[in-house]
């Protein structure tokens, strides 16, 4: 067994992550901070763990069936890499997934949404990279749906990830979207991270080579973590498109 590494990882690049507080996405003013964070200095809490074993946590790699049928919608496999800002892999990392069902209603007490439910689509799913940084899944396209944040309103289809890579520090909640999606230039949650060049990076690409035929439509979507702050630059130099870096956006 390697000894841990306890090298801390490098702050968030500005202007990548969204602001604790937007007035264009209505409940963050019921959530965020009022005083500006305390950063506290990073130790082997942070730096080495929570650790979730594949052996422990069983993946379900495939959320478009339960074993009483097959969910309606647009099936589709979604494939990427999980790397850090160094480009190294980071293997054995658990990813979990939540989404709404195709006709873009979640399967929860909460969303009373005027859509169907769907009784082979439980929305939720999990899944490991392997030992190269990679994972894949399959699901069904979610659909678009109203959320009152403002008038006419409407998420564009988005699926949530959750992942902790390495350490806390690495800790990441976000949303991938899909390219061509005529709601993103209006959705306020999208719109709310400053850079452009990271909003970008939370949408997926169609990939024909990712595409099985006869079955399901492939979309690529990689993901990069915080990397660690073992080389030392005065400023940090690493160009923008290099971090990926995503945002918290609650359950919407
Ligand atoms: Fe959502």
Not at 82 to 105: F, Y
Not at 216 to 236: H, Q, V
């Amino acid at each position: 067994m390697s000894a841990p590494n306890l090298t801390p990882f490098r702050p968030e690049i500005a202007g990548t992550q969204p602001d604790y507080a937007a007035n264009i996405y209505g409940s963050t003013a019921l959530r965020a901070p009022r005083h500006a964070p305390v950063r506290i200095a990073q130790s082997i809490t942070e730096t080495t763990g929570p650790q979730f074993r594949q052996d422990r946590y069983p993946g379900n790699p495939d959320i478009s069936k339960v074993p009483t049928g097959e969910a309606q919608g647009q099936r589709i496999v979604v494939e990427g890499h999980v790397r850090d800002e160094d480009g190294k892999p980071v293997p054995h990392t658990m990813i979990e997934l939540w989404q709404a069902n195709s006709c873009g209603r979640y399967h929860h007490e909460g969303d009373q949404h005027d859509a169907p439910l769907d009784q082979h689509f439980q929305g939720s799913g999990r899944v490991f990279t392997n030992a190269e940084g990679k994972y894949r899944y399959t699901t069904i396209k979610p659909g678009a749906y109203p959320w009152r944040n403002h008038h006419n309103a409407w998420r564009p289809n988005h699926i949530h990830y959750s992942l902790f890579g390495p350490g806390f520090a690495t800790r990441l909640i976000t949303q991938m979207y899909f390219e061509g999606d005529p709601l993103l230039k209006y959705d306020p949650i999208y719109n709310c991270i400053p850079d452009e060049a990271a909003r970008t990076r939370l949408v997926a690409s169609f990939e024909l080579g990712l595409t099985e035929p006869e079955w399901a439509l492939g979309y690529r979507f990689d993901i990069i973590l915080r990397g660690r702050s073992a080389t030392p630059f005065e400023n940090d130099q690493t160009p923008a498109h290099a971090h990926a870096h995503a945002h918290d956006h609650g359950n919407h």
